[in-house]
């Protein structure tokens, strides 16, 4: 099946900063989701983006499909956005999604 | 709309038990899934379902089953708990099961422990 690496896997950020979190896939792909999982464990869409590139509020992404890989930036950061950040993956023919193992981001003061 | 619901939100069993995890959406989508979350791994896919009467395996479906007799319900069953199966379960679902254009919306979980 379809390979998805995340890095860097762990990212400390002083708050107001920037960062550039990376989703690689092994496969073309037909749906491409970045997910922000708080720290009470709730699941939230951040970007529907198979390709292309989207912007909302202090968050963007860019996908480039035909080198295989998705960027999630953020910009101003804040201890709000402190959790994990999921790329996850729907490809081909199949209706099989996959995830990567994340990237854990702590924002502090 | 209450969007996607799960039930119970932590759960204890024994080892050898049975239960339903529930799963209910209001939003007329066509698309549901499970998946497990383990420290370390991510999410992985236990078992989805493309519309009413048609679900499918994911990667890691030995120990569950599922069914889904109505477009709103696709609850997850443990037929015979093992200390392997402790972990955080999600439901999920999308409009369309082709996925090419839907996001998908999560459950807020539930924590299994099985002893």
């Known amino acids: 099946g379809i390979q998805v690496e995340q890095s860097p896997p762990d990212l400390i950020l002083q708050e107001g900063a920037n960062s550039t979190l990376r989703c690689n896939f092994s496969?073309?792909?037909?749906?491409l989701q970045w997910f922000h999982q708080n720290p009470w464990g709730q699941l939230i869409n951040l970007f529907y983006?198979?390709?292309g590139t989207k912007q909302n509020g202090r968050l963007s992404a860019t996908t480039v499909a035909t080198e295989r890989y998705s960027l999630l930036y953020i910009s101003s950061s804040q201890t709000t956005d402190s959790g994990v950040y999921f790329c996850?993956?729907?490809?081909?023919?199949?209706?099989?999604?996959?995830f990567g193992i994340g990237t854990k981001l702590q924002v502090i003061p | 709309n209450a969007g996607v619901t799960q039930t119970p939100k932590f759960q204890v069993l024994k080892t050898g038990q049975s239960m339903t995890l529930q799963c209910a959406q209001d939003?007329?989508?066509?698309?549901m899934s499970w998946y497990r979350q383990d420290p370390g791994m991510g999410l992985r896919l236990i078992h989805y379902s493309v519309g009413a009467g048609i679900t499918d395996q994911g990667e890691v479906p030995n120990g569950y089953n599922v069914s889904r007799s109505t477009t709103e319900d696709f609850p997850l069953r443990l037929l015979s708990a093992a200390p392997s199966q402790t972990s955080v379960y999600f439901c999920?679902?999308?409009?369309?099961?082709?996925?090419?254009?839907?996001?998908?919306?999560f459950g807020p979980g539930t924590r299994l422990t099985v002893l």
């Open positions: 996850a993956v729907l490809s081909g023919g199949y209706q099989k999604v996959t």
């Open positions: 983006i198979p390709s």
């Open positions: 939003m007329n989508h066509e698309y």
């Open positions: 496969d073309s792909v037909n749906n």
């Open positions: 999920a679902s999308s409009l369309r099961a082709s996925g090419r254009t839907d996001t998908q919306y």
